[in-house]
Structures are given as C-alpha cells and as structure tokens.
C-alpha cells in the first residue's frame, strides 16, 4: 500500500494515495519502537508491506486497507504486523526535497538512520538484470528502476521511474463461466481451477482479455461442455459464483499472472487462449 509518511516531533501521520488519512490502520509505525516519532519535519514516500517468510503478502495487507477501529488495528499489528519500506525522502528538518536529485534524496534518507522492526530503507542494486533474474527466482512481483538524476514530481508520471513486472503463464481447466452483468449474450468471465483428486481446485476467475471477437468465438464452446453441476472440489465464493453456468472440466486455456496469493488465487490473471494440445490429464 503506497503511503506518505509525515512526522512532526511525536506526531506521526500516513496517508495513501488517494490523500485519505490512515494512520488508525497502522498503529506499528505510530509507536515509539518504530524509530518514527522524534524526528523534525520528517515526510517519507514509501509502500507499507506485510512480510511471510520474506516476501510481501498481499492478502496479508489487504486485511489492514480498510480498518477504521484502533482496537481492530491492535489485533492485526499483533497478527500481521506490517513494514514502511521507504524508498524517498521529500522534506527533512523543514526543508522540501522534492527538486534534488534522487541520488541526493537517496543520501538524505540514508543518513536519517531509520531502520526498526517497522521501517526499512530497501536497499539499491546497480546491476538491473540481476536483480530482475533473482526477483523472479524468488517470485517477488518484480523490480523498480530510478534515474539518480530526476526530480521528485508529485502526480505525475514519468519515465524517470520505470515498473518492470514478472508475468507468469500456466495453463488451467475451466470449470464455468458469467456473462457480462448487464448483457446476458456477451461472456463476461471465466471460473478456472487446477485438476486435483476431488474436482478442480478453484484459483479465480478471468475477465481480462475475453471482450470482443475473443469472447465471441469462445462461448459456443463453453455451452457444449455445460454442465448441470460444478466440477469445484469445493464450494466458490458467493462473488464468483453467482449467476454461473458449469462445464464439464474438459478445456484447458492458458493464463498469464503477476503471482499466486497464499490462499492459491491468481494475482491479475488475464486471457492468453485455448490450448488444444492439451488436457486436462496433462496437467
């Protein structure tokens, strides 16, 4: 979750992204223990992250996007306690940052020596494609790169700051399929799983990639394996399967993904097309 951070004395405040205050959901970094409060004028650009086995948890953050009871926020900093990763520094002792340079910045944030068992200042790496080899093997989503020379410009975006994501592709079985909400003669998503010992064990369902002539051309086969009951070793979620039509799970499609959540689901999955060559045996 991208957060601004700012700290006044023992004051600290965080902020996301769409400007909306936050800090109730955070109680971690509002505490002394997280090196935060003392600072004069401190304002931090950063992600706030849950750490399992060393890799961010989305399903772990997600569960602290919308908490609004601190005794709420109590419960989950003691369950799933989040990290600040700060990345860039915009004012420090009253003095805005924002048109140094970010090799600059980058030595003003080191030097503010903020590390706890809550905040951290990842570490930089010069060697691109390494990193992006090692992100992949560690199957983290993948890597930022930063020109040392730019500017901070708030609300834009710009080429100084470049996202490269790891896509991941597998192939799956559907096991049903939605139509648009509003268009009952346009398919809208596909529920897909992996063959397992009792059915098909459910990782999500896919809408990216499926409009137009691709969706088209795929609902007539989809109608030819219908099926009177789901082929799911167990029971959907009611938001996935609601207004549902079963199939014999018989098609196998292949899937591009950023990741798999720790409950087995795909991150951003999306469309890449039937695989004739293959059954579900096959998987």
């Known amino acids: 979750m991208r957060v601004l951070v700012a700290v006044e004395g023992d004051r600290v405040r965080v902020t996301s992204r769409t400007e909306r205050d936050v800090t109730v959901a955070f109680p971690e970094l509002t505490c002394a223990g997280s090196g935060l409060p003392g600072y004069d004028h401190l304002l931090l650009d950063g992600e706030v992250v849950v750490l399992r086995q060393g890799a961010p948890s989305f399903a772990g953050i997600a569960e602290r996007f919308n908490v609004t009871k601190p005794a709420d926020a109590d419960r989950l900093a003691a369950t799933a306690p989040v990290t600040l990763m700060v990345f860039d ?15 600059v910045r980058r030595e003003l944030l080191e030097a503010t020596g903020l590390t706890s068992p809550w905040v951290q200042v990842p570490a930089v790496f010069d060697d691109g494609e ?13 890597i930022v790169s930063k020109r040392l020379s730019s500017p901070y410009r708030p ?7 470049r996202k490269i994501v ?38 999500g369902r896919i809408g990216s990639g499926l409009a137009g002539a691709t969706g088209a051309a795929l609902l007539p086969r989809l109608r030819e394996l219908r099926s009177p009951t789901s082929p799911f070793e167990t029971r959907l979620p009611a938001a996935d399967a609601r207004g549902a039509h079963w199939l014999r799970p018989e098609l196998v499609v292949d899937i591009e993904y950023h990741t798999v959540t720790e409950d087995g689901r795909l991150r951003q999955p999306s469309w890449r097309g039937v695989r004739s060559d293959l059954t579900p045996r096959d998987l």
Do not use: C, M, N
Request: hydrophobic fraction near 35%; avoid cysteine.
């Open 89 to 103: 520094l915009l004012r420090v002792g009253g003095h805005e940052t924002l048109s140094q340079p970010l090799r």
């Open 130 to 142: 390494l990193l992006l080899a090692a992100t992949a093997e560690r199957k983290l989503e993948g």
């Open 155 to 161: 609300g834009t975006r710009s080429p100084d700051w």
């Open 166 to 203: 790891h896509r991941r592709t597998s192939s799956y079985v559907v096991g049903g399929w939605r139509f648009e909400t509003d268009r009952a003669d346009v398919l809208g998503s596909l529920l897909i799983g992996s063959p397992a010992e009792a059915g098909l064990r459910y990782v």
